[in-house]
C-alpha cells in the first residue's frame, strides 16, 4: 500500500515567508510525528499527534511553529516568518499505534534564504 | 538534543567486507531501532530490538543490545554497494508513545 507522503518536497522560502508543509499519513495510522533533520545530523522530535489530539509539542523550537491535524489524518506543519535556521529536511512519521514501528515519508526540504 | 552517538562518523569498506557501526546513548529505554538513510530519501526501518532482548537478525543485519553499557552495534555482513547509506540509531524513553531520538549517524561508504 501508499507510504506517507510529503508536499512539497521541496520549498525554497523567502526570509519572513509562511510555509506550510504537508503530511498525509499511512491509512489508519493513528499516530503522527513530525521531525526536523538538520544537514549532517540525525532527525530530531518537533511534535506528536494521537489521532487528532497534539499530545506531545515539546520539540518545537519556538512559537513560530504550529502543527495540526484537524481530522485525525492529514497533517500540517506551519512555519510563520520563516528564518534562515528553519532550513531543514522536515520529516513525517507515521505509527499504527503510539509504540509501533514509525513509518517516514521522503521529508520536505526547505531552504530559507 | 541528541541522545544517540553513532561511531565511526564515516566507514568506507569494499563490497564483500563486513561494516560494524556502534551506537550509544544516554538515557533508559524501551527499544531501539536503526535505521537507513539514501541521499535524498526518507529514513527506511531496518530492525527494533527491545531493552530485553541482545542480539536479533534480520538477513544480512545482526543488532546487539546492551542496556549496562548503553550500546548498540548493527553488523552488516557481505555489503553491497547498495548499502551505501547513512545509518542512524534511535531509541524511545519511557514515555507512552514512541517519540524517537536519534544520533548523528554513520556514514557509509561501500565500493564496488
Known amino acids: 500500500g501508499a507510504g506517507v507522503s510529503q508536499s512539497p518536497r521541496y520549498k525554497v522560502a523567502k526570509r519572513g515567508q509562511d510555509v506550510a508543509l504537508r503530511c498525509d499519513p499511512i491509512s489508519g495510522h493513528v499516530s503522527l510525528f513530525w521531525y526536523q533533520q538538520a544537514l549532517g545530523q540525525g532527525p530530531e522530535f518537533l511534535t506528536y499527534?494521537?489521532?487528532?489530539?497534539?499530545?506531545?509539542k515539546s520539540g518545537l523550537p519556538s512559537d513560530r511553529f504550529f502543527a495540526e491535524r484537524p481530522e485525525g489524518s492529514v497533517s500540517t506543519l506551519k512555519i510563520q516568518r520563516t528564518q534562515q535556521e528553519d532550513s531543514a529536511v522536515y520529516l513525517c512519521?507515521?505509527?499504527?499505534?503510539?509504540?509501533?514501528?514509525?513509518?517516514f515519508g521522503p521529508g520536505t526540504r526547505l531552504t530559507v534564504l | 538534543s541528541q541522545q544517540g552517538e553513532e561511531d565511526p562518523q564515516a566507514l568506507s569498506i569494499q563490497e564483500g567486507e563486513n561494516a560494524t557501526m556502534n551506537c550509544s546513548y544516554k538515557?533508559?529505554?524501551?527499544?531501539l531501532q536503526w535505521y537507513r538513510q539514501n541521499s535524498g530519501r526518507g529514513l527506511v526501518h531496518l530492525i527494533l530490538?527491545?531493552?530485553?532482548?541482545r542480539e536479533k537478525h534480520s538477513g544480512r543485519l545482526r543488532v546487539t543490545l546492551d542496556t549496562s553499557k548503553k550500546s548498540s552495534s548493527l553488523l552488516i555482513t557481505a555489503s553491497r554497494a547498495a548499502d551505501t547509506a547513512s545509518y542512524f540509531c534511535a531509541t524511545d524513553g519511557n514515555s507512552g508513545y514512541s517519540t524517537l531520538t536519534f544520533g548523528k549517524g554513520t556514514m557509509l561508504l561501500v565500493s564496488p
Open positions: 530490538i527491545r531493552s530485553n532482548e
Open positions: 538515557t533508559s529505554i524501551n527499544n
Open positions: 499527534f494521537q489521532n487528532e489530539a497534539q499530545l506531545d
Open positions: 512519521a507515521s505509527s499504527l499505534d503510539s509504540a509501533d514501528t514509525q513509518y
